[in-house]
């Protein structure tokens, strides 16, 4: 696996903890190792990531993204655009491609390393996309990591996986597909 963002540098002891399959890279590097990629930066980055590394990203069998356009860091121009656009997961298409699942966007990255294989029922990840392949691809992954994939959507519901709607925080699969059926 590799690790990136524009100064890799500041990655090496996150890296160094993880163990010999974990790798820093720039992201160039990062973005045409693998065949799956995970993005999670702030939203005012993703037009220039589209611009620079769309056409590769494309290609990629699934890119995950857990941005989210937020008004008090990101602007309200940008969330703007995003809601003409169709929300946040047919926004981000536009610039990472057909491939795009939504998913772990609004579970707190603190809680992560305690959710994941979770005892008793595990916490649900809702996730979104439109590729049917990008989707088991996905669903495979939040599995292996600990956590129940649960499929809402094409991109178009892409738009609740944020936070602050009721699919915020975390959920059992059972919670997640009772509450995804009041949202269109
Ligand atoms: N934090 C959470 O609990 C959480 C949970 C779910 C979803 N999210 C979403 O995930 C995204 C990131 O959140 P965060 O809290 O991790 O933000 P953050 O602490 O600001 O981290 C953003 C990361 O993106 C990198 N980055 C910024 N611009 C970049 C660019 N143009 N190209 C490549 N890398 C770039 C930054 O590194 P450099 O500055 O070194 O490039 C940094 O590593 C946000 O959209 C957020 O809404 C966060």
Sequence with gaps: MMFSSRHPDTLKGLVDELGPLARVGTVAEAVEFGDVVM????????EQIGRDYGNTLAKKVLVIDVSNPIARRDGA?????????GGAGLATAKFLGAHTVRAFNAIGSAKLSTDAHRQGELVGVP????????????????????????VIGGLAMGKYLVPGTPLGGEHTADEIRQIATNLH
């Excluded at 121009?77 to 656009?85: A, L, P, Q, R």
């Excluded at 996730?127 to 495979?140: E, K, P």
Aim: charged share 25%; glycine share 8%.
């Design 39 to 46: 993005e999670a930066v702030p939203y005012t980055a993703m």
């Design 77 to 85: 121009g940008i969330v703007k655009w995003v809601d003409e656009h």
């Design 127 to 150: 996730i979104a996309g439109d590729d049917a392949h990008a989707m088991d691809i996905a669903s495979s992954l939040i599995r292996e990591m600990g956590f129940k994939p649960v």
